[in-house]
C-alpha cells in the first residue's frame, strides 16, 4: 500500500512563502490523483488543491486561488504546494492524499473518494 510522507511545515510571517512536500511510495507503476487538505482547529478538514496523475489538470480553493500552486514530479513520486502570500487564516494542519487511478473519474475536493492519507504537516502563519 502507498505511504505518504509530508514536509516543510513550519512557522512564518503574513504574507511569507512557504513549500510543502509530499513523497509517496509503495506502488510503482500506479497512477495518483494527489491532493492537499488542511484542518484547523475546531474545523472541519476542507479541500485545498488537488492535481491529476499526468499533471494536466489543477484544481483550488477559491481562499486560495492565485496564491497556492500545486504541483508533481512523478519521476520523484512528489507533489508540491508552493504556499504564496500566506495569511493568518492559513494555519493549519496540511495533510496530503492519494487517489489510485481509476475508469471513473472522482471528485478530488472532496476527502471521500482518496485512498491514503499522510499525517500531516503544521503550518502556522504569525500575524
Known amino acids: 500500500q502507498v505511504q505518504l510522507v509530508e514536509s516543510g511545515g513550519g512557522l512564518v510571517q503574513a504574507g511569507g512563502s512557504l513549500i510543502l512536500s509530499c513523497e509517496f511510495s509503495?506502488?510503482?507503476?500506479?497512477?495518483?490523483?494527489m491532493g492537499w487538505f488542511r484542518q484547523a482547529p475546531g474545523k472541519e478538514r476542507e479541500f485545498v488543491a488537488a492535481?491529476?496523475?499526468?499533471?494536466?489538470?489543477?484544481y483550488y480553493a477559491d481562499s486560495v486561488k492565485g496564491r497556492f500552486t500545486i504541483s508533481r514530479d512523478n519521476a520523484r513520486n512528489t507533489v508540491y504546494l508552493q504556499m504564496n502570500s500566506l495569511k493568518p487564516e492559513d494555519t493549519a494542519v496540511y495533510y496530503c492524499?492519494?487517489?489510485?487511478?481509476?475508469?471513473?473519474?472522482?471528485?478530488?475536493?472532496?476527502?471521500?473518494?482518496?485512498?491514503?492519507w499522510g499525517q500531516g504537516t503544521q503550518v502556522t502563519v504569525s500575524s
Open positions: 509503495g506502488r510503482t507503476g500506479s497512477a495518483y490523483h
Open positions: 492535481i491529476t496523475w499526468s499533471g494536466s489538470n489543477r
Open positions: 492524499a492519494a487517489d489510485l487511478w481509476r475508469l471513473t473519474m472522482p471528485d478530488l475536493t472532496v476527502p471521500q473518494p482518496y485512498d491514503y
